[in-house]
């Protein structure tokens, strides 16, 4: 929770802006989760590169809405379930809001926890139930990490796990480049058939995420907490640093994150496109991976499961995170965050005790999540245009404007791939 920085701030002069970045590193581990792995590879091994535009339209929307999620945390020191939880007075209100927050943070858990459990698998023959149990296990610790040792240690120790998530995911193209003209080509929106819209909004789902949105505003808030409500006015925080300082700043740290973010993600389908189209068996995360040793080598194969592993284990720390401030900012109930993942691990781990399909449970998460984006995207849009709530900060109109339109795009985006998942179409 919120720290007294001014010893930090000591050491760290203003003018080393490196210090300022981080939160949205974090917060973009949510953009490289096993759904995303699973949606993409499937992508490129379906339509080759046909979609491409899709990742980099993702990306884009990714950043606006991520920049304002850390703009809410930065200027008014409250996360947006925080916020959320004092705007909304009626006690039934809050729970049922905290009920569907919660199905979605519990939905991402399941398939980070699966993600992880196929990659023990895959490199070490661990049987789903004790892979999925390790993958908990270990995210505990880091999120004990976070709470005896605060932000910073937690933002090394998930960016260390990042730059691991982004060596396995494109470690391949080096050995099998894409072809540049089905690049370019992949850049020209379109699309064949319903699968291939299909896969561009699970794409979209699996990219734009409601726990993302609650994490950052909270991983901010964190990390520059200003004194007082005062700040939202644009006075100077207690550490000497200005709120619109920290804002530049926070455009440099997100962009930087979904730059990452966004080349991995468009790695994965690009070395699914180039090696992996018209395979059989590649619309899982095992049938890529022996497609991968098969094509590519073992080496290529295992990098691609160290990633899945590394991406498994960042990400479900991350949603463990958001789901302890959805309660908290929610029903006002703290819970020690290695208590809550412990309760969260237990579906997933059923869910693979029981024998259910990994892929076909990842799929499954995504849709749960698809419900839960217009509770979170249309809070952050409206809040953040609100001069009460940021004060000088609030959006510009052009920024508003493009806030809604990426709203409203995403929720019928995930409305169609609502659609087409219950009606078979």
């Known amino acids: 929770m919120p720290k007294n920085l001014d010893a930090v701030g000591r050491r760290h002069a203003p003018g080393r802006a490196a210090w300022l970045l981080g939160p949205a590193m974090v917060a973009g581990v949510a953009y490289l989760d096993p759904g995303n792995v699973a949606s993409n590879m499937t992508a490129g091994a379906s339509f080759g590169y046909l979609l491409v535009w899709v990742v980099v339209l993702g990306n884009v929307m990714a950043w606006l809405i991520q920049y304002l999620s850390a703009k809410l945390g930065i200027v008014t020191g409250e996360s947006l379930p925080q916020i959320l939880g004092r705007r909304l007075h009626r006690r039934w209100a809050r729970r049922v809001y905290w009920l569907q927050a ?10 980070e926890v699966i993600g992880g459990a196929v990659a023990l698998n895959l490199l070490f023959g661990i049987p789903l139930v004790w892979g999925g149990a390790i993958t908990g296990i270990v995210s505990m610790l880091l999120l004990v990490v976070q709470s005896r040792r605060g932000a910073r240690a937690f933002e090394a120790v998930l960016i ?8 396995g995911f494109t470690f391949g193209l080096f050995f099998a480049p894409p072809d540049p003209g089905g690049v370019v080509a992949g850049l020209v929106p379109r699309f064949e058939g319903t699968n291939s819209v299909l896969l561009a909004a699970s794409i979209l789902g699996a990219t734009i995420m409601p726990h993302a949105i609650y994490a950052h505003s909270a991983l ?19 550490r000497g640093i200005s709120t619109p300082r920290l804002l530049r700043a926070t455009r440099w740290d997100v ?14 389908l690009l070395l699914a ?7 059989d068996g590649t619309d899982s995360l095992e049938g890529a991976y022996a497609a991968l040793r098969d094509g590519l080598g073992p080496l290529v194969a295992t990098m691609f499961a160290v990633g899945l592993l590394a991406s498994g284990l960042a990400s479900t720390s991350v949603g463990a995170y958001a789901g302890a401030e959805i309660m908290q900012g929610l029903l006002r109930v703290r819970i020690p965050l290695p ?10 781990l059923v869910i693979l005790a029981v024998g259910v399909d990994p892929t076909l449970a990842l799929v499954l998460s995504q849709v749960v999540l698809s419900f839960g984006i217009p509770f979170a995207l249309v809070p952050l849009v409206a809040l953040t245009a609100r001069r009460e709530v940021l004060g000088v900060h609030r959006n510009r109109a052009l920024t508003t404007m493009a806030g809604i339109a990426a709203a409203v795009f995403l929720i019928a985006l995930n409305a169609v791939l609502l659609w087409l998942v219950f009606t078979g179409g």
Request: aromatic share 2%.
């Open 160 to 167: 260390g796990l990042l730059v691991i998530i982004a060596v």
């Open 220 to 238: 901010s808030r964190d990390r520059f907490a200003p004194d007082t409500p005062t700040a939202a006015a644009g006075l100077e925080h207690a």
């Open 255 to 268: 962009t930087i994150a979904l730059a990452v973010a966004g080349t991995v993600n468009l790695a994965i």
């Open 102 to 111: 919660e199905l979605v943070a519990m939905a991402t858990d399941i398939a």
């Open 273 to 279: 496109a180039a090696n992996l189209a018209g395979v």
């Open 339 to 348: 208590a809550r993942r412990l309760v969260t691990l237990i579906p997933a």
